[in-house]
């Protein structure tokens, strides 16, 4: 999809989102994710690693963004037109090539500041038994499904 039909949509879903209220805009996100699913998809199935990169990078924001969201969740809820400007978010993190601009723009730093905290978290003795007890479960998980083939 060219970038001017993108841009078209956009345009179309935000004044839908506007106008219908936040069911439009939970319903239209919904679309959205599906169909940057369904591009996740395709990508993994070319043979090209570019796209690749493209969508682990959209689908790492949208992770973060998540988290955020979950975190934040009253304080985001007041406010005016959050659910739309994240449906932006998500349109242009994923059509535009804005995630690759993000990424490089402030997550890798964001990334690199926090990766020798979660280093040390991971090397925690009750982190590694989870592990391995996780580890376990899904060898014996693994096994089970073997069997009933």
Same mark, same amino acid.
Request: overall charge neutral.
């Given at each position: 999809? +060219?970038?001017?039909? &993108?841009?078209?949509?956009?345009?179309?879903? =935000?004044?839908?989102? &506007?106008?219908?209220?936040?069911?439009?805009?939970?319903?239209?996100?919904?679309?959205?994710?599906?169909?940057?699913?369904?591009?996740?998809?395709?990508?993994?199935?070319?043979?090209?690693?570019?796209?690749?990169?493209? $969508?682990?990078?959209? $689908?790492?924001?949208?992770? =973060?963004?998540?988290?955020?969201?979950?975190?934040?969740?009253?304080?985001?809820?007041?406010? #005016? =037109?959050?659910?739309?400007?994240?449906?932006?978010?998500?349109?242009?993190?994923?059509?535009?090539?804005?995630?690759?601009?993000?990424? +490089?723009?402030?997550?890798?730093?964001?990334?690199?500041?926090?990766?020798?905290?979660?280093?040390?978290?991971?090397?925690? #003795?009750?982190?590694?038994?989870?592990?391995?007890?996780?580890?376990?479960?899904?060898?014996?998980? +693994?096994?089970?499904?073997?069997?009933?083939?």
């Amino acid at each position: 999809i +060219n970038a001017e039909y &993108m841009g078209t949509l956009s345009e179309c879903l =935000f004044f839908f989102a &506007m106008i219908l209220g936040s069911s439009f805009t939970s319903f239209a996100t919904r679309c959205v994710l599906v169909y940057f699913g369904y591009r996740s998809f395709q990508s993994i199935e070319s043979q090209t690693w570019k796209d690749d990169a493209h $969508w682990l990078t959209f $689908w790492m924001l949208y992770a =973060f963004i998540s988290m955020l969201e979950l975190v934040l969740d009253y304080i985001l809820a007041w406010i #005016p =037109f959050w659910y739309e400007a994240q449906l932006g978010l998500l349109v242009y993190l994923g059509a535009f090539d804005g995630a690759k601009i993000v990424y +490089n723009a402030a997550g890798k730093q964001a990334i690199r500041a926090t990766e020798a905290a979660v280093a040390q978290v991971a090397a925690r #003795p009750e982190v590694q038994n989870a592990r391995k007890a996780c580890g376990a479960q899904l060898e014996s998980l +693994n096994a089970k499904i073997k069997k009933s083939q």
